[in-house]
């Protein structure tokens, strides 16, 4: 069989649609040929294409009017923490306003609802919704500490010289205004529950999770990720912290199995040990069964500093 031509970049490395390929000179006989795949009417698909969900869901967007990627999709495309049940299943998420007919078609899983003009967004040239507005899209099908999560990485303040970006993805009042706007939302209960108890200040999914593991537990609430003045020239920024008691909590992932980290790991216990201050270091075994023994390590801390339960 004869080779095709090459296609012209990039339809010869994602999807695209049938239009753009023949606005951009591409002949309809080439569009036929075999080597290329029909995954929804409209629609090619190269082989050996890229699997990123942003391109897959581009020429879907593309074809289908007044749409936008959504939910699972779009919690993918943004790269949202948090587990969301069925995140990875397969279809493309695809949302068109109510006053329309809900998009139907190969491979798609196709939503309708109310959308201001603000909550739908162009993300290198794929329309999807919004940070705010996808996650209360997946407010039905989260858990209120899995939706807190989101919500503590969506206020979480960047830091500009790792981030290139000086402002958080949303504020508090922005999410508040999201649940306002959309009143009997599915899952919009469980989305005031989390932003009730969304903090400022958390670095990571893991952080969020014993922040509010040892709020269950009865412990008092940490302050996170502040500047922690421990000696003259020496500042660290503590997971968690009880400043009254100098108890610094830390939680710790796989990174910190790596020599350079260790050596790091080391210096920061010398640094609190030195200024007085008890640190308290979890890692994800402490986490298992809601974080019980991360509460027991911490309760033990406080206690010996003289924190008693209310």
């Not at 629609?43 to 050996?48: A, G, N, S």
């Not at 402002?167 to 599915?186: C, I, N, Q, V, Y």
């Not at 509010?212 to 503590?238: C, K, Q």
């Not at 997971?239 to 980290?261: F, N, R, T, W």
Request: charged residues 25%; proline residues 8%.
């Amino acid at each position: 069989m004869k080779t095709p031509r090459p296609l012209p970049e990039p339809f010869g490395s994602a999807p695209f649609t049938f239009q753009e390929a023949i606005d951009a000179g591409v002949s309809r006989r080439r569009l036929k040929h075999r080597s290329l795949h029909v995954p929804s009417r409209g629609i090619r698909l190269p082989l050996d294409p890229c699997s990123a969900v942003k391109l897959r869901a581009r020429p879907l967007t593309l074809i289908t009017q007044f749409s936008a990627a959504s939910h699972a999709t779009a919690f993918l495309i943004w790269d949202f923490p948090g587990f969301l049940p069925g995140l990875h299943a397969p279809g493309i998420h695809i949302s068109r306003p109510d006053t329309m007919a809900i998009p139907r078609r190969r491979g798609v899983i196709g939503h309708v609802g109310q959308f201001f003009d603000d909550e739908i967004t162009r993300l290198d040239g794929v329309m999807v919704t919004t940070r705010a507005r996808t996650w209360l899209d997946c407010a039905r099908k989260m858990s209120i500490d899995e939706l807190t999560v989101v919500a503590d990485h969506l206020l979480r303040r960047p830091r500009p010289t790792f981030e290139h970006r000086s402002d958080p993805f949303a504020s508090p009042e922005e999410l508040a205004e999201m649940l306002d706007r959309h009143k009997g939302t599915p899952g919009i209960r469980k989305a005031r529950l989390a932003l009730e108890q969304a903090r400022i200040g958390a670095d990571s999914a893991p952080e969020t999770r014993l922040r509010l593991a040892l709020a269950r537990a009865g412990l008092p609430e940490p302050e996170l990720n502040a500047a922690t003045i421990l000696r003259s020239g020496v500042v660290r920024e503590p997971d968690l912290a009880y400043p009254k008691h100098k108890v610094a909590v830390e939680y710790e992932g796989a990174g910190h199995s790596e020599p350079a980290q260790i050596i790091r790991d080391i210096a920061r216990e010398e640094d609190f040990g030195g200024a007085g201050w008890i640190l308290v270091r979890i890692s994800k075994r402490h986490m298992e069964n809601d974080a019980r023994a991360a509460a027991v390590k911490v309760r033990a801390a406080l206690a010996g500093r003289g924190w008693q339960p209310r």
